[in-house]
């Protein structure tokens, strides 16, 4: 199933966007949301993720955020300029005791193992996404990683028969 789209919001590359970032959820989701609580805390990780890690290669680079949901999941997607040296990861090594270096493994246990990458272009950097299950009816990680790579193919698909990219 296609997930509908809640909302999509740009924000400037900057520590100030993650506070905004979470506010967009709550109005989005409204605060009566079973999952509010959920979105936010892994929206507020990406975000801060992208400002922190993204290259900043023109003055004003601005971060996207996407919310969608479908019956079983609420997705989000994190779009930033990219890095040419770094690329999104989990830590190896133990790290809960360290002030950093824990956002996406936080993300990684809300969402049960459904997140992952994409690279938009060159130009355009890159999309960390992720899939927070709203129910016990919710694709595994596998399956969920699995239909989010072929809706990344049908969009690029589309965009090459557009004549767009």
């Not at 507020?44 to 290669?57: G, I, P, Q, W």
């Not at 019956?71 to 040419?84: A, C, F, K, R, T």
């Amino acid at each position: 199933m296609e997930p509908k789209k809640l909302g999509e919001v740009f924000l400037v590359s900057s520590q100030e966007s993650v506070r905004r970032a979470r506010g967009e959820v709550r109005g989005l989701l409204g605060t009566d949301h079973p999952l509010l609580e959920d979105v936010v805390q892994v929206v507020s990780e990406l975000v801060a993720n992208a400002v922190e890690h993204a290259d900043r290669r023109w003055q004003g680079d601005m971060v996207g955020l996407a919310l969608m949901e479908t019956p079983d999941l609420v997705y989000v997607e994190v779009s930033d300029p990219g890095s040419l040296f770094s690329a999104p990861y989990i830590p190896e090594e133990e790290v809960s005791m360290a002030e950093n270096g824990r956002g996406l493994l936080i993300v990684n246990r809300i969402c049960g193992g459904r997140w992952g990458t994409r690279r938009r272009s060159e130009r355009l950097g890159r999309t960390v996404w992720c899939a927070v299950p709203r129910t016990e009816q919710a694709p595994s990680a596998e399956e969920t990683i699995r239909a989010e790579r072929d809706r990344a193919i049908g969009r690029t698909e589309r965009s090459v028969g557009d004549g767009r990219m």
